[in-house]
């Protein structure tokens, strides 16, 4: 981490103003294209400003480490999913069902489908599918990770994704069919 943002972080512990304002401006252009992968602009703008207030709030959690910006993101992501939660996403609980092991790291699309497409696609996907796809692909957050931010179990969470995974590959069969003519 830079020292400049160390300095910045120091000084938000001591409750100056102007280094939160610093840190906002560094950081609020990256935490908005995140919670946008959760939430609409309008929702997506209200819950990063909500997470900042959380972060500047409970700055003298922070620790080192982390990087700054990991750790904010945690706090962005989370105030997205509880804006989520709010509109009744319902995550089941699938403890006790059965589920074939999923390749994880197969994650390979066709050179032809662009990432925007990819991202459209999970967006299609029913919500408690999307969460957990999304923290996974592109948040990169482990299924432990997933397990807690949620509040679901592991197995859940390895489920939802092998779900997700499947529907997703049905979404993206006419972009495939489409760049084969």
Known sequence: MSK???LLILQCKKGNKKAQLHLYDKYCEAMFSIACRYLNEEEALEAMQEGFLKAFLNIYKYEATYTFGA???KIVINQCIDELKKKRIETISIENY???IVNEE???FDEEISKNEIIEAINKLPLKYQLVTKLYLLEGYDHAEISEILGIA???SRTQ???G???LRKILEPYLNEARY
């Open 71 to 73: 750790w904010l993101k």
């Open 98 to 100: 059965t589920s074939d």
């Open 106 to 108: 197969d994650w390979l």
């Open 165 to 167: 995974k499947l529907q």
């Open 154 to 156: 592991v197995k859940t």
């Open 4 to 6: 400049e943002i160390n």
């Open 161 to 163: 994704l092998r779900r």
